[in-house]
């Protein structure tokens, strides 16, 4: 035990003399919440639109300013003529144009189908799905609005469904509430396995590890001296997140924070052994750093962190099994969000350990081996 | 304490891949003596040592240090050797002092010997005004004593030193020996290798290694004595023109040319009124011809010609 310690201790004064490093420490793990707290926000708002209303009737004016009304469009253009659409789309200045064919309120009038076009920039498929959803929305709450006036005319009663709709866990739906506490992950992958894999490839490349060879110390004390300090960052990672969530994006936090915590510490050991893993690969402390992020790529991409795991092909989806991350991922949103326990998430923990305990033996017996 | 050995090495072998590093090598080194492991560069020097401080696992034969069998119980024997690699491996980022201490942590120093034994090295090695400079920041000579000090921190019986002042100034290359000369007087054991005839010399047996093997075994002087060619130095007025001659000779096994002289190295058989009538059928005026005694690399270059 002396002697890990001994390690960790050449360890952190190595750290120290590294002026660059102290501050990476803490403003990495602040960049990237705010990065992707600000930006991955998958909420469409004030989605800039043009209008063109051939119809100029009260009855057309009033369809398009329920657009407005609706707080999501902001009807920035108001067009005389299609000659105009092209431009604006191409230069992307407009997401969305309504156009109102002439005739509009007396189709209405008369109670014939009625057309309106809605021209939408597709290029971003994400946008433009929410955005024809909204759409559809407000078409369908018109003409909806239509019939039972003229239902009440007719004084009939009319039989409907009226779904009410409530959001359980993100009442508000805001994507930084799931995106967020989801960079505890990231971060804590990133980091770890990137410093563990070039502290370890550094002791190889500099000649040091013959010498710590020859000394008494044995393989396991030296690769816990030389994991524990990131141990300790990771951690100090995943505190500095949960606090830029908790504080800076005001995230409330439902579930046990020790919990959360504590798992950190599971998830850890494996993008730990990651570490050591990519040092036994790696010559030189740039292979080790190009490696990592070969690797953290595709396990970012697979995990759900962004991209839900249920839309992906059959044949990837198994591969995200393979991914201590998507296991991470649903324990933390689950404790931040819906506030759950370990009954709920047990699978994953037991994942986490079976996963971690793969890789850390893996990662120990190549190291080993490495030695030799 | 005499004939008492304490590193014994049987049918040595280790071979990467194809390349055979270390090819069969016997050898017994006594308490106490100094050893030189003396070949060119690619000879199996480094390999040799690494083999000895349980680095590098043997593909056969067996190393004996201080009747523990190193490939087997290689960690029993780490409290007693000390190591240096050829490459300088200390922590660059560090301090001296830090070096020093980490490596007094690892081999459980304890901090009343330490501290006399940190004091009393760095002293000696004249490293004392800079301990709290950082090892990047040192000069070769520098960086080789505080390596030194590092691995002798824990008091080894055996050292073993890997090319120890390849790339070390004059100056510190005497200081370095003068720790070492020290270390000698209080028993220890010391192996190093070197490429250098002159480093070589300063110990008490030289082996001589090529190809992975070990050639012969001896003190300095009886090596100088064994050597079986004849040495004549040339001064002469076309010391080019005579050195390519002298290489077409058969009898000639080597021919080093100096800016005002010539070393040729002859067979035994050769008379030097042969080599003056041959130099003179030239027309090149000789100043001055004669028969000198044999170095080191003489002896190396009569080895390595067999």
């Not at chain 2, 990467?16 to 050898?27: K, R, T």
């Not at chain 2, 492991?37 to 349980?54: E, F, H, I, V």
Request: aromatic share 8%; hydrophobic share 45%; glycine share 4%.
């Amino acid at each position: 035990m002396r002697t890990i310690l001994h390690i960790v201790k050449k360890e952190f004064l190595q750290v120290a003399r590294d002026r660059a490093f102290l501050p990476l420490l803490f403003l990495a793990p602040i960049l990237q919440s705010m990065l992707f707290g600000y930006t991955v926000a998958t909420d469409v708002k004030n989605i800039s639109t043009a209008v063109l209303d051939q119809d100029k009737t009260q009855d057309s004016r009033k369809f398009t300013e329920s657009f407005s009304n609706s707080g999501y469009f902001h009807l920035k253009y108001y067009l005389q003529s299609d000659s105009e659409i092209e431009n604006l789309l191409d230069s992307g200045k407009v997401k969305l144009v309504i156009n109102v064919p002439k005739g509009f309120s007396r189709s209405l009038k008369r109670s014939e189908p009625t057309n309106i076009q809605v021209i939408v920039d597709g290029s971003n498929s994400n946008t433009a799905n929410v955005i024809l959803g909204y759409t559809t929305n407000i078409s369908q709450r018109t003409s909806l609005k239509i019939i039972v006036e003229q239902l009440k005319n007719a004084k009939t009663r009319i039989p409907s469904v009226d779904s009410r709709f409530r959001a359980w866990y993100n009442p508000e739906l805001r994507s930084v509430n799931f995106i967020v506490p989801g960079i505890i992950c990231t971060v804590i992958a990133i980091v770890t396995t990137m410093l563990t894999s070039a502290a370890i490839v550094r002791e190889r490349e500099k000649g040091t590890l013959e010498q710590l060879m020859v000394s008494p110390i044995k393989p396991y004390q030296l690769i816990l001296g030389k994991v524990l300090p990131f141990l300790l960052v990771g951690f100090v990672d995943a505190v500095v997140v949960l606090l830029v969530c908790m504080f800076w994006f005001k995230v409330p936090i439902h579930g046990s924070i020790a919990l959360l915590l504590f798992l950190a510490i599971i998830f850890l050991s494996n993008t730990l052994g990651m570490g050591i893993l990519i040092s036994t690969v790696s010559r030189t402390q740039q292979q080790a750093m190009m490696t990592t992020l070969f690797l953290m790529i595709p396990w970012i991409i697979l995990s759900g962190f962004i991209f839900p795991i249920e839309n992906m092909p059959m044949a990837i989806q198994l591969i995200t099994y393979l991914i201590p991350l998507r296991y991470f991922l649903i324990i933390i949103r689950d404790i931040v969000l819906k506030g759950v326990g370990l009954s709920v998430f047990w699978p994953q923990v037991a994942a986490l350990v079976i996963l971690g305990t793969v890789i850390l033996t893996l990662s120990i017996s190549r190291f080993h081996k490495r030695l030799e | 304490m005499k004939d008492e050995t304490v590193i014994s090495v049987s049918n040595l072998t280790k071979n990467f891949d194809d390349l055979i590093a270390v090819d069969n090598i016997n050898l017994q080194i006594q308490k106490g003596e100094s050893f030189a492991l003396l070949g060119p560069d690619g000879s199996g020097k480094t390999t040799t040592m690494r083999l000895l401080c349980g680095i590098l696992t043997p593909n056969s034969g067996n190393i004996i240090i201080n009747d523990i069998d190193i490939s087997k119980h290689s960690e029993k024997s780490r409290q007693q050797i000390g190591y240096m690699p050829q490459r300088f491996s200390l922590y660059e980022n560090l301090s001296i002092l830090q070096n020093i201490n980490f490596f007094s942590d690892l081999y459980s120093v304890d901090k009343k010997t330490r501290k006399k034994r940190i004091d009393e090295y760095l002293e000696f090695s004249r490293l004392t005004p800079f301990g709290k400079r950082l090892a990047r920041q040192l000069s070769g000579g520098m960086r080789q004593k505080l390596a030194l000090i590092c691995s002798i921190i824990h008091n080894p019986p055996i050292l073993l030193l890997d090319e120890p002042t390849t790339g070390v100034d004059p100056v510190s290359r005497r200081d370095f020996w003068k720790i070492l000369h020290r270390l000698l007087a209080n028993g220890v054991t010391l192996v190093i290798s070197t490429p250098y005839m002159d480093e070589a010399e300063r110990c008490n047996r030289i082996g001589l290694m090529h190809r992975g093997k070990i050639l012969l075994v001896n003190t300095p002087n009886e090596l100088k004595k064994q050597t079986t060619g004849k040495v004549i130095e040339i001064k002469c007025s076309e010391p080019h023109i005579v050195s390519k001659l002298l290489k077409k000779d058969k009898s000639v096994i080597s021919v080093q040319t100096f800016s005002d002289k010539i070393r040729v190295l002859l067979e035994d058989k050769v008379e030097l009124l042969d080599v003056v009538s041959t130099i003179e059928l030239k027309g090149v005026n000789i100043i001055d011809i004669r028969e000198v005694l044999p170095n080191l690399e003489d002896i190396f270059i009569t080895k390595l010609a067999k």
